[in-house]
Structure formats: C-alpha cells, structure tokens
C-alpha cells in the first residue's frame, strides 16, 4: 500500500504567527541598521582590525551559508539514498536550503567594505579565486533547490525530481567544499591551509543542516498542532547523532595531524590551552557543549525520547558549530603570521602578538539580521506554498509502521 | 620591460624607521596603515639576547597569494609595470580575502580603528571619496594602480612607488639615489634610508647592481618556502633572517 502524503498551508492567522512574524522583522531591520552604520561610518566601529579581518558577521555568513548545504540532507535522502520516509521532509528541506543560504549571503555582502559593488563582482571573476567560484556555487545551488523544489511540488514534474535531486546534492557537496577550502587553500595562516578543512566543513554542515532543520520542523509542527510521529523525530536525531559524532572525528584528526608537525605547535597551544577564548570556546563550547551532550542526549535511552531534550541537543548543536567557526574563523586570524619561526617578533603594526578583537554589537545585529532574514522567509513561505505534509504521524510516514502497528511489533529503528 | 626589485642589506639597517615615515608622508598614508614597516625580533637568549630588525615592504611577489585569492581581479600583478603587484580600487569589494592570504601581513584596510588620536580622518574629513585629505597630498594618483589617498572600504599596500618609478628612463638598469638624473625616480624608502641599507633596480637586467648583490652575498626571500617568490631580497651574513639560518647546534 503506498502511503499519500496532503501538504498544505498553514493557517499563519494566529498572535502567535503575526508575534513571531514581527519579531524576525525586527532582526531584519537590526541586521539593516547595522549595515547602514557600517556604510556611514566604516568598519571601525566594528571590532574587526588589520589583523582580524574577518569578525563575527562571517561567523555568522559561514554558519548559515554551511548549514544551507546540510539543510538539504533531508530531502538528498529521500530522493538520492531512496529512503522513502523521508520524502514528505524533502519540500522543508529544500526551502530551508535556500533561505539559510539567502541569509548567509546577505550578511556576507553587507559585511563587504564595498557591499554597492556587488556587481563588480557579477562581472569580474578570476578564475584561481575560490571567493569567484563560490559566486557561482552559491548562486548555482539556489537555482537548482529551486528546480529541485518545482520538481518535487509539480505533481506532472514529479519522475525529473530525482536527477535533480541528485545534481543539488552533488552540487551541495562541491559547495561545501568551496567554502571549507576558503580557508584550506590559505597558506599564509597557519590555522587553515590544510585540506582536511573540506570534508570537515561537509561533515559540519550536516550536522548544523539537520539541528536547524530538526528545529525548524519541530517549531513548525508544535507551535499549528499537525501531527509529528516519533518514528520520523527517532531517525532524525539518531543521524543528527552520528553526524555530531562525524564532526568530532574530523576535528580530532585536524588538530592530530597540526599536533604531529612541529612548526604548527605554536598555533595549536594557542587554540587549544593559552590562547584566552578561543581554548575556553574550543572546549567549552564547542566539544563539550556542542558535541559531547548533544550525543549523551540524544543516544540516552531514557532522556532522548523526550522532544523537549531533542530540541535542546540541537540548539546545543548550533551553539556548537558557531564555537566552532568563531575558534576556526577567528582564532585563525588572532595568531600572529609566524614570520621567524622561533623568534619573538615586534613591530609598531602589532606584529608577532596576538591580535585582539571583540565582537561589537554592530556585528551581533548584522549576523541575527542574516539569522531573522533566513527565518522569516520560511516563515512566510509556509503560509503561502505547500511546504509542510499535513501530517507527520507514524502511520503517514512511514507505512511499514502502521502495519507493525497492527502486529503490534515496536516499530522500525532507524 | 624592467622586473622591479629591492635589496635590503640588514648588516646595514640600523631600524630606524625612516623609511616608514618616508613612506607615510610619500603616500598619504593615515597612522597605522604602514605600508612600509620594520620589524623587530629577539635572538637568542639573556645574557647574550639580541634585538635584531627587518623592513618589510609589500614584496610584490612573482607569484602572489593575494593576487590568486582576489575574486573580482581588483589584485593584479602586472608585467608591464615592472612586476609590482597593484590594487584596482575601482574594482576592489572590500572583501579582505588578500589580507588574511599574503603572507607577509602587508596590505592594509582603511576604514579600521584609528591607532592614533586624534582620529586623523576627522581632522582632516575626507573628500571625493577619500579616507581623509591631509594638507599636503601627493598630486599622483591612479586609482587603478592604488596610488593615492585611499578610498574607502578598499585594501590599500605599497606600489613600490610607482607613481616616481614609472616616470625612469626605458633600460635604465638601477633607479640609484645618489644619481642626480635618476634620483626623482627612486622609491621614497630607498631615497630617504640614511645608511643607504636599500637598492632599487631592474631584477631581469644581468647588469644591474641589485643582481649583482643578490648573486655575489647571496640574498634570500623571506618565507620562500610559501612559493610566493617575492621580488624583495635581504642580504647580510650578522643579520640574515633567521629562517634561511642552520639552527644553533644543542
């Protein structure tokens, strides 16, 4: 029996809705004021220096621009490892796929000291730059989910949905591999140039994809009272699970590798015991609170059936991840270019210490206005298209279910 | 067409820093944004610890990181103008990709914090798009070579003068600050080093006295391992960098 799955709008009548809609709107129009001041008054009165270049609001950009490419997992699943479960999930994903990377590029535009020439860089490209390719991958893969989506949601366009599904994840995993070699392909810093920097950035953007997209469905789910089964929330999690897990081999083997070379010494104590908070976020943030209670949480027997408890693990996984690219981001820039390896160098350009930067509040607006500007897009978007299945239930999802159900088996792990 | 390059000799160096100030006053240049800087390292260790010290000026690069990294080509170096890596500040995006890619720390954005107050881009409020207009302002500028007073929002760096350098006699073989018909031409670090510690000439000339220097006392790049083969040189045996030095014995 093949199951049916009715996708409909929601109402989006409520307070509530109406409250959350404002709400975003009043992120948006921080992020708009942060940028106008940027423009008015320049990147001085941002934290951001000659040495740390790249601040907060690229933590931000590089978040949402990486978890756009893994918010996509759902639906690659459904139409690429032909795991049918997942498919009324695929619509979600695509939109979340492109509004987060909507997002991100808009914060990373605004974050430009010439964000008016945003032309000049539609119309000049040198091909060596990964920032040039990016240009095209980013826009690239916003055009594909777009297909991808008409695909899914045109009943006649339906049997083309899974070439394009796998061209998106194709592209989606050559995209996350551009934005993650920003940083390998740097040899002047010695936090970055490394390519295992590519499939770190893809495992991350995994797990960040799936802990927004799990939020996302979650919120979307609870707060207009569709039915979500607990099959579906079980397979998610466990793969939000393993994908955590996936990210900390990856960071494990980064800093084992740096630790093995000598010269490189110098850059891991300072991002991994001295180097003030980036250390206290590595650890802190990023591995204990973003990594290892998010798998105590969602792999306990007990705690991880509560949705309450999954909920928290993902949003202790965003934290995680943004930990995790500020130490990367950031702490790559704090650490002074080894000009003399083994030698204390001095000059009246700061060179040779650690460069300060503090996050100012210019920089936290402009980031949530990526973050706001994302969100309200699906927010809007749900009201308006068929973006969510009526219901999620058990027996809806998955029609294996209903029928152990009956026989009153347990139902299938994922 | 010439190769332009410098050779700094450390055993002369006193670290003065007149060359930075030199470079400062030469390109409009606010506090902080040194285009021309001198580094200082300690070597070895209390009691027989030493202070020793290296300009650093853009290295315009045989093959520059900031040149390959740039997206929009606002980063180029050109063969026609001697090899000196420029900034188009028509095309520049303020992306700072180059800054966090060029190894040597050298290239400098203008909209940061002032290092200095009072804050000279209020004292002196910029016009016609520039960061700030001093009194005096160097009547060159070329926006697509990023000479002038910088713009902002843009990445600024040294052009190993090329606004002097451009105007030298075709063939000319070293643009030498002790000759009078050629001194006009000589970058203003060169020009103005008291102890004559810098050479400014042709890299791609067998004849001239900047490759002679760097065959005869064997001059080394800095960070040469990165591939970036700057077109600087160093020469000096007591103050060679410690990089291309064989480490003491233990």
Same mark, same amino acid.
């Not at chain 1, 001041?37 to 590089?62: C, D, E, R, S």
């Not at chain 1, 070379?261 to 590595?282: D, Q």
């Given at each position: 029996?093949?199951?049916?799955?009715?996708?409909?709008?929601?109402?989006?009548?409520?307070?509530?809705?109406?409250?959350?809609?404002?709400?975003?709107?009043?992120?948006?129009?921080?992020?708009?004021?942060?940028?106008?001041?940027?423009?008015?008054?320049?990147?001085?009165?941002?934290?951001?220096?000659?040495?740390?270049?790249?601040?907060?609001?690229?933590?931000?950009?590089?978040?949402?621009?990486?978890?756009?490419?893994?918010?996509?997992?759902?639906?690659?699943?459904?139409?690429?490892?032909?795991?049918?479960?997942?498919?009324?999930?695929?619509?979600? *994903?695509?939109? &979340? /796929?492109?509004? $987060? #990377? =909507?997002?991100?590029? !808009?914060?990373?535009?605004?974050?430009?000291?010439?964000? %008016?020439?945003?032309?000049?860089?539609?119309?000049?490209?040198?091909?060596?730059?990964?920032?040039?390719?990016?240009?095209?991958?980013?826009?690239?893969?916003?055009?594909?989910?777009?297909?991808?989506?008409?695909?899914?949601?045109?009943?006649?366009?339906?049997?083309?949905?899974?070439?394009?599904?796998?061209?998106?994840?194709?592209?989606?995993?050559?995209?996350?591999?551009?934005?993650?070699?920003?940083?390998?392909?740097?040899?002047?810093?010695?936090?970055?140039?490394?390519?295992?920097?590519?499939?770190?950035?893809?495992?991350?953007?995994? *797990?960040?994809? &799936? /802990?927004?997209? $799990? #939020? =996302?469905?979650?919120? !979307?789910?609870?707060?207009?009272?569709?039915?979500?089964? %607990?099959?579906?929330?079980?397979?998610?999690?466990?793969?939000?699970?393993?994908?955590?897990?996936?990210?900390?081999?990856?960071?494990?083997?980064?800093?084992?590798?740096?630790?093995?070379?000598?010269?490189?010494?110098?850059?891991?104590?300072?991002?991994?015991?001295?180097?003030?908070?980036?250390?206290?976020?590595?650890?802190?943030?990023?591995?204990?609170?973003?990594?290892?209670?998010?798998?105590?949480?969602?792999?306990?027997?007990?705690?991880?059936?509560?949705?309450?408890?999954?909920?928290?693990?993902?949003?202790?996984?965003?934290?995680?991840?943004?930990?995790?690219?500020?130490?990367?981001?950031?702490?790559?820039? !704090?650490?002074?270019?080894?000009?003399?390896?083994?030698? %204390?160098?001095?000059?009246?350009?700061?060179?040779?210490?650690?460069?300060?930067?503090?996050?100012?509040?210019?920089?936290?607006?402009?980031?949530?206005?990526?973050?706001?500007?994302?969100?309200?897009?699906?927010?809007?978007?749900?009201?308006?298209?068929?973006?969510?299945?009526?219901?999620?239930?058990?027996?809806?999802?998955?029609?294996?279910?209903?029928?152990?159900?009956?026989?009153?088996?347990?139902?299938?792990?994922? | 067409?010439?190769?332009?390059?410098?050779?700094?000799?450390?055993?002369?160096?006193?670290?003065?820093?007149?060359?930075?100030?030199?470079?400062?006053?030469?390109?409009?240049?606010?506090?902080?944004?040194?285009?021309?800087?001198?580094?200082?390292?300690?070597?070895?260790?209390?009691?027989?610890?030493?202070?020793?010290?290296?300009?650093?000026?853009?290295?315009?690069?045989?093959?520059?990181?900031?040149?390959?990294?740039?997206?929009?080509?606002?980063?180029?170096?050109?063969?026609?103008?001697?090899?000196?890596?420029?900034?188009?500040?028509?095309?520049?995006?303020?992306?700072?990709?180059?800054?966090?890619?060029?190894?040597?720390?050298?290239?400098?954005?203008?909209?940061?914090?002032?290092?200095?107050?009072?804050?000279?881009?209020?004292?002196?409020?910029?016009?016609?798009?520039?960061?700030?207009?001093?009194?005096?302002?160097?009547?060159?500028?070329?926006?697509?070579?990023?000479?002038?007073?910088?713009?902002?929002?843009?990445?600024?760096?040294?052009?190993?003068?090329?606004?002097?350098?451009?105007?030298?006699?075709?063939?000319?073989?070293?643009?030498?600050?002790?000759?009078?018909?050629?001194?006009?031409?000589?970058?203003?670090?060169?020009?103005?080093?008291?102890?004559?510690?810098?050479?400014?000439?042709?890299?791609?000339?067998?004849?001239?006295?900047?490759?002679?220097?760097?065959?005869?006392?064997?001059?080394?790049?800095?960070?040469?391992?990165?591939?970036?083969?700057?077109?600087?040189?160093?020469?000096?045996?007591?103050?060679?960098?410690?990089?291309?030095?064989?480490?003491?014995?233990?």
């Amino acid at each position: 029996m093949k199951a049916m799955t009715h996708f409909r709008e929601i109402e989006g009548r409520s307070k509530g809705y109406y409250g959350l809609l404002v709400l975003l709107l009043f992120g948006i129009g921080l992020g708009l004021v942060a940028a106008a001041l940027k423009g008015t008054y320049g990147h001085h009165i941002t934290g951001m220096n000659n040495h740390v270049v790249w601040g907060l609001p690229h933590v931000f950009a590089i978040f949402l621009i990486v978890a756009a490419s893994g918010a996509l997992n759902v639906a690659s699943i459904a139409s690429v490892f032909g795991r049918k479960a997942y498919k009324p999930l695929a619509p979600l *994903s695509g939109l &979340l /796929a492109i509004t $987060l #990377l =909507v997002g991100g590029l !808009a914060v990373l535009v605004l974050d430009l000291g010439r964000p %008016d020439r945003l032309i000049v860089a539609m119309t000049h490209y040198n091909f060596k730059s990964i920032f040039a390719w990016n240009i095209f991958l980013y826009t690239g893969f916003i055009a594909i989910v777009a297909v991808y989506l008409w695909f899914m949601m045109e009943r006649r366009m339906n049997p083309h949905s899974t070439k394009v599904g796998y061209l998106a994840f194709i592209w989606r995993l050559i995209l996350t591999t551009g934005t993650g070699s920003i940083f390998g392909f740097l040899v002047a810093r010695e936090a970055y140039d490394a390519a295992i920097l590519a499939p770190l950035f893809i495992a991350l953007s995994f *797990s960040l994809g &799936l /802990a927004v997209f $799990l #939020l =996302v469905l979650m919120a !979307a789910y609870n707060w207009t009272g569709r039915p979500l089964g %607990d099959a579906i929330l079980r397979r998610l999690k466990n793969l939000l699970g393993i994908f955590v897990a996936g990210v900390l081999y990856f960071v494990a083997v980064y800093h084992l590798t740096n630790l093995y070379a000598t010269r490189l010494h110098g850059v891991e104590a300072f991002l991994l015991v001295h180097g003030g908070i980036y250390p206290f976020l590595f650890w802190f943030g990023q591995i204990a609170l973003g990594s290892v209670l998010p798998l105590v949480l969602l792999f306990h027997p007990v705690w991880s059936r509560c949705r309450a408890v999954i909920a928290a693990a993902c949003g202790l996984v965003i934290l995680g991840g943004l930990a995790q690219l500020y130490v990367t981001i950031i702490g790559g820039q !704090a650490y002074p270019l080894d000009l003399f390896p083994g030698h %204390d160098v001095s000059s009246s350009f700061f060179d040779g210490v650690v460069a300060p930067y503090t996050p100012s509040a210019v920089e936290w607006m402009l980031g949530i206005g990526g973050v706001a500007l994302a969100l309200f897009m699906v927010t809007v978007a749900i009201k308006f298209l068929r973006f969510l299945p009526e219901s999620l239930a058990d027996d809806k999802v998955d029609p294996h279910h209903a029928a152990q159900a009956a026989a009153g088996a347990e139902p299938a792990k994922a | 067409m010439a190769k332009w390059g410098m050779v700094i000799d450390l055993d002369k160096c006193t670290g003065c820093q007149a060359c930075t100030t030199a470079c400062g006053m030469e390109n409009n240049t606010l506090p902080g944004e040194n285009w021309q800087d001198v580094l200082y390292y300690t070597e070895g260790e209390y009691p027989s610890a030493q202070m020793k010290w290296l300009p650093r000026p853009c290295m315009q690069c045989e093959n520059p990181s900031c040149v390959h990294v740039c997206p929009t080509r606002a980063t180029y170096k050109d063969m026609d103008a001697g090899g000196i890596v420029f900034v188009d500040w028509n095309k520049c995006i303020g992306c700072k990709y180059c800054m966090i890619a060029c190894p040597y720390g050298v290239r400098f954005y203008t909209d940061e914090s002032p290092l200095l107050e009072p804050n000279l881009t209020k004292v002196f409020p910029g016009r016609d798009g520039q960061q700030w207009s001093p009194p005096y302002q160097n009547p060159n500028v070329d926006w697509r070579r990023g000479i002038g007073i910088q713009p902002k929002g843009v990445v600024s760096k040294c052009t190993f003068c090329y606004h002097k350098v451009s105007k030298a006699p075709e063939g000319v073989a070293d643009l030498d600050e002790d000759n009078p018909e050629l001194v006009e031409y000589v970058p203003a670090c060169v020009r103005t080093c008291p102890p004559k510690a810098r050479y400014f000439g042709d890299l791609d000339n067998p004849g001239s006295n900047v490759n002679k220097l760097v065959a005869d006392r064997k001059g080394v790049r800095l960070l040469d391992h990165t591939g970036n083969r700057p077109q600087v040189y160093y020469l000096g045996s007591g103050a060679s960098i410690p990089a291309f030095r064989p480490a003491p014995k233990a």
